[in-house]
């Protein structure tokens, strides 16, 4: 008597098992994709713009480090300056709570720019608002290199995920490479915020600082992450969404 047609433990049992991990690991990709906040349009390409939490999430990250930098250099007083930087921080936080909408990006923003009220107005110095900032991105930077060394790189843990790969991928040494190439971006990014911010913090240039740190943030690190998602991509996903 054939086994599979009666033992529920069988070869046939097992099949019917396999479409329902599937959903499971869509659920783990989707769950992974909303906490590290890159998402994908319908055609399955990296969608960039609800990636940085749309308009509403651009804005949170742009304008009170603008605000700050605009205020500063008009009035140059740090302390009416640091004042409307968080006010403006809280007033996304609150219509968050308001409209219900999720929190995390309205408060770590607002978390961060409390850190660099604190900083600047415990120095007295206009240009330690940034500080903090250049520690976040080195700590950044040192983390993602040794993801690479040990061949687990970010990228990888990132998009692996999103695309269904899990972590197969790291079977697979052409996909390590690729992940890796693709973190190496990522890290090129917030490298390059270094090399130009920090001569400028060291000039006390606030306004050029404030420039540059508002042109590199988001909108540069939102053009990296699109690079990373493209170098990295599957032989076939490549031949399904070939580059514009």
Not at 51 to 74: C, K
Not at 100 to 128: M, Y
Not at 156 to 177: D, H, M, P, V
Request: proline fraction near 5%; charged fraction near 15%; aromatic fraction near 8%.
């Amino acid at each position: 008597m054939n086994q599979s047609a009666e033992d529920p433990t069988g070869e046939d049992a097992s099949r019917k098992s396999e479409p329902a991990a599937n959903p499971g690991m869509g659920s783990l990709a989707d769950q992974y994709a909303a906490k590290a906040g890159v998402r994908q349009d319908e055609s399955g390409r990296i969608d960039v713009l609800q990636s940085i939490g749309g308009v509403r999430g651009l804005a949170e990250s742009i304008l009170p480090g603008l605000l700050f930098t605009v205020v500063f250099t008009i009035l140059r007083d740090l302390q009416i300056s640091l004042i409307v930087a968080l006010a403006v921080s809280a007033v996304f936080t609150i219509v968050r709570l308001l409209t219900k909408t999720p929190l995390t990006q309205a408060l770590s923003g607002l978390i961060g720019v409390g850190i660099c009220a604190f900083v600047a107005n415990r120095t007295g110095n206009a240009e330690d608002f940034f500080l903090p900032g250049f520690f976040t991105n080195a700590a950044y930077i040192v983390g993602m290199i040794v993801s690479i060394a040990v061949r687990w790189p970010l990228a990888g843990l990132l998009f692996g995920f999103i695309r269904g790969e899990g972590t197969e991928w790291r079977k697979q040494a052409s996909r390590i490479r690729a992940y890796s190439l693709a973190t190496w971006l990522i890290i090129a990014v917030l490298a390059l915020r270094l090399i130009v911010q920090v001569p400028l913090y060291l000039a006390d240039n606030i306004a050029a600082l404030g420039t540059t740190r508002v042109a590199m943030g988001v909108p540069l690190y939102a053009l990296g992450l699109w690079f990373a998602w493209l170098v990295s991509r599957p032989a076939l996903e490549k031949q399904q969404h070939p580059p514009a």
